[in-house]
């Protein structure tokens, strides 16, 4: 099963699919980070940060965790979407409080649902690490839109 999501499913049936078929988006899998986890307005992605995460600092860089965070609002979201439509982060606010590392585990990032609108979706997430810390926070605004079929003019042979 590709990740080519199914536009004629809604979100929720797309997001099982995924699951069902052991299938991850190909940035999760760049990232080591995994969905394991949905349900209407919810969803749970995990992932254990190693040294390739880490920025100058010697802990994981920012970056690596709000992507945990911005997949973690987005499926939460993703979940809500009736069939023919689609979403995309129009803003994301991290709160990073306390730092990762090596050490720190498989990390497991909890994304929830807070309102669905016709055209704008609302959510948040936290992100804990393996001893149940609570490391990172993010709420988000997703853009919600109906899908256009491809344009013809625009597709290469």
């Known amino acids: 099963m590709s990740y080519k999501a199914d536009s004629g499913a809604s979100g929720l049936e797309q997001v099982q699919a995924l699951l069902a078929g052991g299938v991850q988006p190909p940035f999760g899998r760049k990232i080591g980070m995994s969905l394991i986890e949905a349900a209407y307005g919810h969803a749970v992605f ?3 940060p190693d040294g390739s995460a880490y920025n100058p600092m010697g802990s994981v860089h920012g970056g690596y965790i709000s992507s945990i965070l911005d997949s973690a609002c987005g499926i939460a979201a993703h979940t809500a979407l009736k069939p023919g439509f689609a979403y995309t982060t129009l803003e994301l606010k991290v ?3 306390r730092a990762l590392t ?3 585990g498989t990390v497991r990032a909890v994304g929830r649902l807070l309102s669905m609108g016709g055209r704008a979706a609302f959510t948040e997430a936290t992100l804990h690490d393996a001893a ?3 490391c990172a926070t993010a709420t988000s ?3 919600v839109f109906e899908k256009r079929p491809p344009d013809a003019s625009t ?3």
Do not use: D, P, V
Request: proline share 0%; hydrophobic share 35%; glycine share 6%.
């Open 132 to 134: 149940g810390n609570l």
């Open 155 to 157: 597709q290469r042979s």
């Open 46 to 48: 995990e992932a254990e």
């Open 141 to 143: 605004t997703l853009l």
């Open 95 to 97: 709160s990073f409080l």
């Open 102 to 104: 090596e050490r720190s």
